[in-house]
T-cell receptor, first 112, second 113 residues
Framework: TQLLEQSPQFLSIQEGENLTVYCNSS?????LQWYRQEPGEGPVLLVTVVTGGEVKKLKRLTFQFGDARKDSSLHITAAQPGDTGLYLC????????????FGGGTRLMVKP | NAGVMQNPRHLVRRRGQEARLRCSPMKGHSHVYWYRQLPEEGLKFMVY????????ESGMPKERFSAEFPKEGPSILRIQQVVRGDSAAYFCASSPVTDYGYTFGSGTRLTVV
């Protein structure tokens, strides 16, 4: 069982549609990060959420951290082909170094 | 301010050869992390280094893999006697302090033939 379960694994939608992807765990976290990885590139940090119930917006992307700090969601409004990529959630370890544990990711394809 | 620089971008090695992957962190970043992304799998932590020190190598295979971050020069991930199962994308990330977001490089894609 993975520490972070992401769903769905794959999502293919048309340009203009809305979507939500999820990152779930049975563990409680002090913070959680979302990354986007495009083909052939490294992950790029989108946001860090730290407070239970927190909502952060980044243009058409809305990130929410669950009240119990065990889960998070990413909602994209009016998806565009440029949103295509692998969306990864990640949490840091509690020891020195804050190494990240990643979820398996949601692979999103937005068709024009 | 250049980002995290990894080279080479692509590396092909025959089974049994050595692979050397280089990572130059962002200017001012003294913490370096290596991650591996196997085909159809997520990113997995391998090793965390500071200048001249390995802090945590709990994610790195005990045999054939080693990492260093010398006082001068890039961090190096070295894989000896590569096998087909080592084929993966290897990413380096750096940060100025530990409790901060990472910046990842574009990765080195290793193919073992």
């Amino acid at each position: 069982t993975q520490l972070l379960e992401q769903s769905p694994q794959f999502l293919s939608i048309q340009e203009g549609e809305n979507l939500t992807v999820y990152c779930n765990s049975s563990s409680v976290f002090s913070s959680l990060q979302w990354y986007r990885q495009e083909p052939g590139e490294g992950p790029v940090l989108l946001v860090t959420v730290v407070t239970g119930g927190e909502v952060k917006k980044l243009k058409r992307l809305t990130f929410q951290f669950g009240d119990a700090r065990k889960d998070s969601s990413l909602h994209i409004t009016a998806a565009q082909p440029g949103d295509t990529g692998l969306y990864l959630c990640a949490v840091g370890s509690n020891n020195a170094g804050n190494m990240l544990t990643f979820g398996g990711g949601t692979r999103l394809m937005v068709k024009p | 301010n250049a980002g995290v620089m990894q080279n080479p971008r692509h590396l092909v090695r025959r089974r049994g050869q050595e692979a050397r992957l280089r990572c130059s962190p962002m200017k001012g970043h003294s913490h370096v992390y290596w991650y591996r992304q196997l085909p159809e799998e997520g990113l997995k932590f391998m090793v965390y280094l500071q200048k001249e020190n390995i802090i945590d190598e709990s994610g790195m295979p005990k045999e054939r893999f080693s990492a260093e971050f010398p006082k001068e020069g890039p961090s190096i991930l070295r894989i000896q006697q590569v096998v087909r199962g080592d084929s993966a994308a290897y990413f380096c990330a750096s940060s100025p302090v530990t409790d901060y977001g990472y910046t990842f490089g574009s990765g080195t894609r290793l193919t073992v033939v």
